[in-house]
């Protein structure tokens, strides 16, 4: 984890984080509470988005001598760059930024001459032999909730005796996981790279959102709760693979319930007062706090995602936390608040490590 309260243009250019939010816009509220919490970094952000936004803009191909003048024309925009103390052409990043130009160039030039770029893509398949993927799967065997980490991020809790089936790796495109029994989904924002979730016979899929799922085996109909977002939820039939036609789709939005009759392949959507389906703490929590000590939020999301947060109470005993988080994933929450309060965290065997110096 970064502290964003000290960076410098150099290092959001180099977060990959920050690149993201500036190229896709993923972590949006993330970054919008940086920005409330150190207005001192607006200009700085602003700077290095500039930057980035004008290293994607270059769609031809360029010489060694552009390359050369576009980095010149980097170093001269940024303030301080003619101070003979502080040497830019020495800094990791600038190279890193002039690689990042030439091979946005060169990756455009050979999208326009389409043969050059498969002769390259089958050379290297013949040389690279893919990795293979290795499927995990996870059953909750406790009598509590249990939190699982998927490799995009995203989080999933699961009642007992519910499991998940996901690869440890997704693929470019998309993100498949099976799964069965009850469980809340908590999705990273991805829209290039959909998430789908097969629960018996339906499939859902999403772009980034919460919901949760019934689908005990045995039972004749699946359920699914929206909580945020939007979700598509389908039948998996053979004979559509077999024609080609495309099965029915419903569209659901939050509040909105679908229960899916397996047997038939029905669907029967309603409107609900509450996103509430497996009677779980996130369905009903909306983690907004207003100078919340930090202690109590970490006992918070202990409870509502049935994860150990190891932190030293003395170290937080002066920190608080004004916010309001939405549904992102556990991950994505811990580097919102860890960025508000000048802290850094370890994710590691289902357990949450907190550093903190203390807040002034």
Known sequence: MNNYKDFEVKDWLE?????????????????????ENNPHQIPVMDQAREILLSMRGELDILTETEVGARVSEIM?????????????????????????ILALG??????????????????LAEKVKPRKVKHMRITNQTDGIQLVNLPDG?????KP???????????????????????????????????????GSMVTKVKGTSFSIRANE??????????????EVSAIETKDIQTGREPKKLLLKRNEQVTFNQKNKSMTA????????????????DFEFKRTPLSDVFILLE??????????????????????????????????????????????????????????
């Open 303 to 360: 409870q509502t995602y049935g994860v150990v947060i190891r932190f030293d109470i003395n170290a937080i005993s002066n920190c608080t936390l004004t916010a309001k988080l939405g549904d992102e994933p556990v991950a994505e929450k811990m580097d919102m608040i860890c960025s508000v309060v000048n802290a850094k965290y370890v994710l590691r065997d289902g357990a949450i490590t907190v550093i903190s110096q203390g807040c002034d």
């Open 76 to 100: 001269e925009s940024l303030p301080g760059a003619d101070l003979p103390h502080f040497q830019w052409w020495k800094g990791n990043w600038l190279r890193i930024a002039a690689m990042l």
């Open 218 to 231: 045995g039972d004749d109909e699946v359920k699914l709760v929206v909580k945020s977002g939007i979700v």
């Open 270 to 285: 309603r409107i609900l007062s509450k996103p509430v389906l497996l009677d779980l703490p996130v369905e009903k929590q």
């Open 15 to 35: 977060d990959l984080k920050f690149r993201r939010w500036v190229y896709q816009g993923e972590s949006d509220l993330f970054f919008k509470n940086i920005i």
């Open 106 to 123: 060169i990756g455009f030039g050979l999208y326009k001459k389409r043969g050059a770029f498969e002769d390259i893509r089958f050379s």
């Open 154 to 158: 995203s989080s999933v809790v699961l």
């Open 161 to 199: 005796n519910a499991r998940i089936t996901y690869p440890d790796r997704f693929e470019n495109n998309k993100r498949e996981v099976t799964m069965a029994g009850e469980a809340f989904f908590e999705v990273v924002k991805n829209p290039s790279r959909p998430f789908f979730v097969y629960a």
